[in-house]
Nanobody
Framework: QVQLVESGGGLVQPGGSLRLSCAAS????????IGWFRQAPGKEREGVSC????????YYADSVKGRFTISRDNVGWRVFLQMNSLRPEDTAAYYC?????????WGRGTQVTVSS
């Protein structure tokens, strides 16, 4: 059974940092790309970053380039999103995603709130 569980969200001041973690189970993590998405209230879910199965290729949305870093630990069955220089507009629920056997799997999300 494929499962993704996000953690690490919270309340942080503008300019602060958070490290999100996505714990994966039920599939062979090192064979799949993993993505991070976010959804703010009243807005559509948007892609933030993704990382290839080996970690050799990484994609970032323009809005987070230079501030966010995605990484993975295939041995530890986790994917991370280091978020620095956070801005109020980064406030959203953050989800990790995998497409496994042509099906989309999502975690339940972790809330990130950037506010003073």
């Amino acid at each position: 059974q494929v499962q993704l569980v996000e953690s690490g969200g919270g309340l942080v001041q503008p300019g602060g940092s958070l490290r999100l973690s996505c714990a994966a189970s039920g599939f062979t993590l090192d064979r799949y790309a993993i993505g991070w998405f976010r959804q703010a209230p009243g807005k559509e879910r948007e892609g933030v970053s993704c990382i290839s199965s080996s970690g050799g290729n990484r994609y970032y949305a323009d809005s987070v380039k230079g501030r966010f870093t995605i990484s993975r630990d295939n041995v530890g069955w986790r994917v991370f999103l280091q978020m620095n220089s956070l801005r109020p507009e980064d406030t959203a629920a953050y989800y990790c995603h995998v497409k496994y056997r042509d099906l989309d799997f999502w975690g339940r999300g972790t809330q990130v709130t950037v506010s003073s």
